[in-house]
C-alpha cells in the first residue's frame, strides 16, 4: 500500500525558497510516476512536477521551470520539491501523489492519472 505524506509548507515572502517533502513509502524504483500538484482557491489542481520513483527523466509545468526542481535519488528517501525565487501566485495547497505506473505510461499532469494522494501542505508566498 502506498503512503505519501507532506511536510515543509510555510510562509514566505516573494524571491524566497522552501523545500517540499514527501515520505513516499510502498512506491517501487522505476515503477511509479511521483509527482507534486498545486490547487489555489477557487482553481483546478494543477501538476507542476513529476519524476520516476528513485529518480529519473524530470517534468515540469512551464510556471515553475527554471525556479522548482524535483528530486528523489533513492525510494527509501524522501521526494522533494525545492522551490526558488518564489512568486505570491504560487500561493496553494500542495499535494504528493503517485501513479501505478512509471511517468513513461501517464500524462504527468493530469490528476487522474494518479492513485495515490497526500495530505497536502499549504505553502503562502507574500508581496
Known amino acids: 500500500q502506498v503512503r505519501l505524506v507532506e511536510s515543509g509548507g510555510g510562509s514566505v515572502q516573494a524571491g524566497g525558497s522552501l523545500r517540499l517533502s514527501c515520505a513516499a513509502s510502498g512506491v517501487s524504483d522505476g515503477r511509479n510516476c511521483v509527482a507534486w500538484f498545486r490547487q489555489a482557491p477557487g482553481k483546478e489542481r494543477e501538476g507542476i512536477a513529476a519524476?520516476?520513483?528513485?529518480?529519473?527523466?524530470?517534468y515540469y509545468a512551464d510556471s515553475v521551470k527554471g525556479r522548482f526542481k524535483i528530486s528523489q535519488d533513492n525510494v527509501a528517501n524522501p521526494l522533494y520539491l525545492q522551490m526558488n525565487n518564489l512568486k505570491p501566485e504560487d500561493t496553494a495547497m500542495y499535494y504528493c501523489?503517485?501513479?501505478?505506473?512509471?511517468?513513461?505510461?501517464?500524462?504527468?499532469?493530469?490528476?487522474?492519472?494518479?492513485?495515490?494522494w497526500g495530505q497536502g501542505t499549504q505553502v503562502t508566498v507574500s508581496s
Open positions: 501523489a503517485a501513479a501505478s505506473h512509471s511517468c513513461i505510461y501517464v500524462v504527468y499532469d493530469r490528476p487522474n492519472e494518479y492513485d495515490y
Open positions: 519524476t520516476t520513483a528513485g529518480g529519473g527523466r524530470t
